[in-house]
């Protein structure tokens, strides 16, 4: 498995317990994986990365800057 | 094509078809889990002990209210007593008693000691409330409550379900976020 696939069932394996998005947007996410930019990957993926390191301690404000960024690079594609 | 023994019935497929209409609403819903989880929670005889001594307390606290009443509150504590009495008869009437660890001999005597107040204060005293306590800490000494929150969180969100397989994953989970550490 190259890494890139790997990437993406790792990015499967964390949306599966993320609370940042709900069950509809985690099924969109997954259904449009590979159609996803490597950034856009790893951005997604450093996200979710820092939610399950930080589920105690969320800080909202860094959280909401990642998903932000996230949006505009995604939305402008789409 | 299915002979006619196995068509269903008119009345059947009516059935049916209200089955499989709520079974998709149901499963397109957040209904769908919550009924998954009141049935998680019906076969869980811990989680079930928890809310059964959650509804005796609320129950216990209504009828001291209504104890609150004169007249009202002696009948029902009365009636309640007669419950009970049966109870070492039918064990299933005890079980679903408001006041199922206290014994027959102890609410009674609860009762009649209780005499003087109830008429001191024309039957608003709320003596009951004696009953509430005693039965509220046997729940309590018991754990009864030590799981509610869990409970009732995992009622309304899903959430005991969620950490439980949360802490079975977490090693997939680690690994999977390391991928995007550098």
Known sequence: MDLKMQKIEAIKTLLEFSLLFNNKVKAEIINNLSKFTEPEIESLGKLLAIEHENRSSLDEATIKSYIENFSKTYGKRH | ?182
């Open chain 2, 1 to 182: 094509m299915p002979s006619l023994e196995q068509q269903p019935s008119g009345l059947e497929i009516s059935k049916k078809e209200k089955l499989e209409r709520l079974e998709k609403s149901l499963s397109s819903s957040e209904r769908a889990g919550l009924i998954k989880r009141w049935r998680d929670v019906s076969n869980n005889s811990e989680a079930k002990e928890n809310l059964a001594a959650f509804a005796r307390l609320g129950i216990n606290v209504g009828i001291t209210i209504a104890d609150m009443v004169p007249g009202a509150g002696e009948a029902t504590e009365t009636g309640l007593n007669v419950l009970r009495l049966a109870g070492n008869v039918y064990p299933w009437l005890r079980e679903i008693h408001p006041t199922k660890s206290l014994s027959a001999t102890e609410t009674i005597a609860v009762q009649a000691l209780s005499s003087p107040a109830e008429l001191a204060s024309l039957g608003t005293a709320p003596t009951y409330l004696i009953n509430t306590i005693r039965q509220t800490w046997a729940d309590y000494k018991a754990g009864n409550f030590s799981k509610l929150k869990y409970v009732a969180g995992y009622l309304i969100t899903g959430d005991t379900d969620y950490y439980n397989k949360l802490k079975e994953n977490s090693s997939n989970l680690d690994t999977a976020a390391g991928l995007f550490k550098k």
